[in-house]
């Protein structure tokens, strides 16, 4: 059954004014509230902790929650909490549904405030709540997702269809040691748990541009890359790079962000994960550089990344949760969502770790993979088809299309505007917005 859930969309268009907007479980507006932005007043509380967190000194609660509350008080003032937390209560506490956190932060004009790790975000003790870490509460689901990309559409399975995981591995003689090990296990232990789901395709190992587009031609629905990153070239340019193997010596061949994206040209999965040392980590001075950025504009619909060096047992944590739900049909940002819990709770918020991994979603509801309905839900549809024929409405600048799009085909307002490829019962209200009515599975 489709999960639902309430929206709060937090917009950071410039360092002076954080936007908010609101909807519930039916997408209908709750309203929208503009607040100030204290990134600037802030600043000299959370440098000394963000200290802590990027060399990997941070390792009680108390600096995690110190971290959290700075940063969460950074968007959220008086005003805006408690707006925040009765919408939470609302959506939470009395209608019993998801509460969506959608952070948009524009990283062309504000880099360093893209590069902030948001995911350490926590209600602070005065709200009286417990422990709410935004990034691993259940009842939560916090994604990094822009306004402005298009969204992707679902990716059908077909009947018996498994979802085929490409895992490459880079480790250059003349780095440091690549721990890929327990990571690896961890994926192959999950494939014999979930034969009929999962299929793991020929490991990768050393991964060289070639290599890596030979196994694209495979097709994966998700690509998951074990390796060195860094965020300087060697003329000390602050450019979001990440090591790939020379065919012949077997030492580092760094490339871009530009140039490692572009290997998607040949096959565009679901999902990206990078698990390398400073891939979701974007540059202080040009955010868009990074190398998670830059792979989602190269139309991946989800791009999953570290914001820190991440231990092989946390990335064999999340990595088997993320796997496990994505298998079983969850959307993928309350994968992602329960991965990052399974880390907080092992480590109890005590380090860096349960808020590294990051997630850029350009999926509207989490539905990225789509298996074939069985006979009961196609008797379903057929009772659904009087609405499914009812077309596309439209008045003004608001639009109500109510439709079944085949895969890749348009569902248009009146004005021509198209609202959504391919979907599966959606409801699209006003400019593109749209929110899941069906397919409740």
């Not at 822009?146 to 591995?169: D, T, Y």
């Not at 060195?228 to 962000?257: C, P, R, S, Y």
């Not at 979701?280 to 190269?298: D, E, P, W, Y």
């Not at 659904?384 to 085909?409: L, P, T």
Request: hydrophobic share 40%; proline share 4%.
């Amino acid at each position: 059954m489709a999960k639902t859930y309430y929206t709060f969309r937090i917009r950071l268009a410039n360092d002076k004014l954080v936007r908010v907007e609101k909807w519930d479980n039916q997408h209908q507006s709750k309203g929208e509230l503009s607040r100030p932005f204290r990134y600037k007043q802030k600043l000299e509380q959370i440098t000394p902790l963000l200290q802590f967190a990027l060399t990997n000194e941070l390792n009680n609660y108390k600096q995690a929650r110190q971290l959290g509350e700075a940063l969460f008080e950074t968007i959220f003032d008086d005003v805006l909490s408690h707006e925040f937390i009765n919408f939470y209560q609302e959506a939470v506490g009395d209608e019993k549904q998801l509460l969506r956190i959608e952070l948009d932060v524009d990283e062309q004009t504000m880099p360093e405030v893209a590069a902030l790790p948001w995911e350490f975000m926590c209600l602070p003790a005065n709200a009286n709540l417990g422990d709410r870490w935004l990034a691993t509460d259940p009842n939560i689901v916090f994604s990094r997702h822009r306004a402005l990309w298009h969204p992707a559409p679902p990716i059908q399975l077909e009947k018996g269809e498994k979802l085929r995981i490409a895992l490459a591995i880079a480790a250059p003689k003349d780095l440091g040691t690549v721990k890929y090990e327990e990571v690896q296990e961890a994926l192959e232990s999950l494939v014999k748990e979930q034969a009929e789901r999962i299929e793991l395709l020929p490991i990768v190992n050393p991964a060289t541009p070639t290599a890596i587009d030979n196994l694209l031609e495979q097709q994966p629905h998700i690509f998951h890359f074990i390796g060195h990153g860094q965020l300087q070239n060697e003329e000390g340019e602050e450019v979001g790079q990440i090591a790939l193997m020379k065919k012949v010596f077997n030492t580092a061949l760094w490339m871009d962000a530009s140039s490692f994206s572009e290997l998607f040209n040949r096959w565009s999965p679901g999902v990206v994960l990078l698990q390398a040392c400073e891939s979701g980590r974007l540059s202080a001075s040009k955010a868009f550089t990074g190398a998670a950025s830059k792979i989602v504009q190269m139309n991946i619909p989800v791009v999953v990344a570290m914001q820190y060096e991440v231990s092989n047992i946390t990335a064999s944590q999340f990595a088997y949760e993320f796997y496990e739900r994505l298998a079983k049909g969850e959307p993928v940002d309350i994968a992602a969502q329960n991965g990052r819990r399974t880390i907080g709770l092992e480590t109890q918020h005590r380090k860096r770790d349960f808020a590294t991994p990051v997630i850029f979603m350009r999926v509207t509801d989490g539905y990225l993979f789509k298996r074939q309905e069985t006979e009961g839900e196609s008797k379903a549809d057929d009772r659904s088809s009087e609405d499914e024929q009812r077309g596309v409405h439209a008045s003004g600048d608001r639009a109500v299309a109510f439709g079944r799009g085949a895969k890749n085909s348009p569902i248009v307002s009146g004005d021509g505007n198209v609202l959504q490829w391919g979907s599966k019962y959606n409801v699209h209200i006003g400019k593109g917005e749209n929110t899941d009515i069906g397919d409740k599975r």
